[in-house]
């Protein structure tokens, strides 16, 4: 892997003197009652066994539930919740980012499908040189504890090999929910971001590689969660579209 010339510290590093958290872990929340206490118990509890200095941002994407009233229930020194109308997964990544403070922002689902420790291994890619660390449940299946329903698997496995044509990313999973970015480099790309719903991730790393970012896709541990609010038909289909914006859009030049 290719490094730039200027030399990094280890990633789990603060900056000597600095005041800001080294990570911020960004949670898109919608309707997650039944699950984010439980994920921010986790989560705290891991930061604690790495004595990690991080912040934590719930972004509540409309939720009807008591998702916001469960997560300021927390620990209120490092979780912080960012509320606004339901607009999507997209939408709420982009704010989330926009409110970190961390030298990395970790993206990572409510139900924490990649296990948080595995941001360990994100981390090791970062001192590596990487940019962006994408959590991947296609380069080693055998992390997989528990599979999608076939049908699931198979339009996700279908799903990727059309953003590699259509975009040209050699990624073999665009979409597992657990990424680690260097903020100031990539905070430009979430300015840059148009799409609100699910087919964001396609979109972040097309423009990560157009503008010269490294990316590496780590194998993670990952096991299936039968709550997922993903319908397979109809955001499947909005997520194919979008593939087709992102191309026309970089052909019109919007993105510059």
């Known amino acids: 892997m290719e490094t730039s010339?200027?030399?990094?510290?280890?990633?789990?590093?603060?900056?000597?003197?600095?005041?800001?958290?080294?990570?911020?872990?960004?949670?898109?929340?919608?309707n997650e009652a039944g699950r984010i206490g439980r994920t921010l118990e986790r989560i705290l509890a891991f930061l604690d066994d790495r004595c990690l200095e991080a912040e934590i941002i719930v972004v509540d994407d409309g939720s009807t539930d008591r998702t916001a009233e469960i997560a300021r229930s927390r620990d209120a020194s490092r979780v912080r919740i960012v509320t606004g109308p339901h607009r999507g997964k997209g939408s709420s990544v982009r704010r989330g980012v926009a409110e970190a403070r961390g030298r990395w922002v970790l993206?990572?689902?409510?139900?924490?499908?990649?296990p948080i420790e595995e941001l360990d291994r994100l981390m090791e890619a970062a001192d590596g040189g990487?940019?962006?660390?994408?959590?991947?449940?296609?380069?080693d299946r055998s992390k997989i504890g528990i599979h999608q329903p076939r049908p699931r698997e198979c339009g996700g496995i279908v799903y990727n090999w059309v953003v590699q044509v259509i975009l040209g990313l050699r990624i073999r999973d665009t979409q597992c929910g657990f990424k680690l970015f260097d903020r100031r480099r990539c905070a430009p790309l979430f300015h840059a971001q148009?799409?609100?719903g699910f087919g964001f991730d396609p979109e972040?790393?097309?423009?990560?590689?157009?503008?010269?970012?490294?990316?590496?896709e780590v194998p993670v541990r990952w096991s299936h969660d039968a709550g997922t609010t993903v319908r397979v038909l109809s955001d499947g289909a909005g997520m194919l579209l979008d593939l087709f914006r992102i191309r026309w859009r970089w052909w019109r030049g919007r993105y510059r």
Do not use: H
């Not at 972040?204 to 590496?216: D, E, Q, S, T, Y």
């Open 5 to 30: 010339g200027t030399e990094r510290r280890p990633a789990l590093d603060a900056a000597p003197g600095s005041q800001f958290p080294t990570v911020s872990i960004v949670i898109p929340a919608y």
């Open 107 to 114: 993206l990572t689902d409510a139900d924490l499908s990649a």
């Open 130 to 139: 990487a940019d962006i660390a994408v959590g991947s449940r296609a380069v």
């Open 194 to 196: 148009t799409i609100a």
């Open 204 to 216: 972040i790393l097309f423009l990560a590689k157009n503008r010269g970012l490294m990316i590496a």
